[in-house]
Nanobody
Framework: QVQLIESGGGLVQTGSSLRLSCTAS????????MAWFRQAPGKEREFVAA????????YYADSAKGRFTISRDNAKNTLYLEMNSLKPEDTATYLC????????????????????WGQGTRVFVSS
């Protein structure tokens, strides 16, 4: 059974940085595309960034471009999200997702494309 466990969230001030981690219970290379989504209270889940399984391609939401960096270490079965210049609007629960199928390349922004999810880690950015 696939388990994704996120960590690294917390309470930070505007302009700070955080690195989120998502550790998988299986080989991340077998999970194919992996992504980070976020969900703020009262809002829908939204795509943040994704890492493809092939070619090392990465994809970002406009809100994340230039500030966030997604990476994966298949040797450690871990996905990361480095977040810099955090803003109060980044406050949300950040969820790790894995496709589990090669048909998902990472450019997809719909949460429906991802079959495996972690429980999330909370990020709160104070102004």
């Amino acid at each position: 059974q696939v388990q994704l466990i996120e960590s690294g969230g917390g309470l930070v001030q505007t302009g700070s940085s955080l690195r989120l981690s998502c550790t998988a219970s299986v080989l991340t290379r077998d999970l194919y595309a992996m992504a980070w989504f976020r969900q703020a209270p009262g809002k829908e889940r939204e795509f943040v960034a994704a890492s493809s399984a092939i070619g090392g391609r990465t994809y970002y939401a406009d809100s994340a471009k230039g500030r966030f960096t997604i990476s994966r270490d298949n040797a450690k079965n871990t996905l990361y999200l480095e977040m810099n210049s955090l803003k109060p609007e980044d406050t949300a629960t950040y969820l790790c997702a894995a496709a589990g199928t090669i048909s998902v390349v990472g450019s997809e922004t719909s949460s429906r494309e991802y079959g495996y999810w972690g429980q999330g880690t909370r990020v709160f950015v104070s102004s």
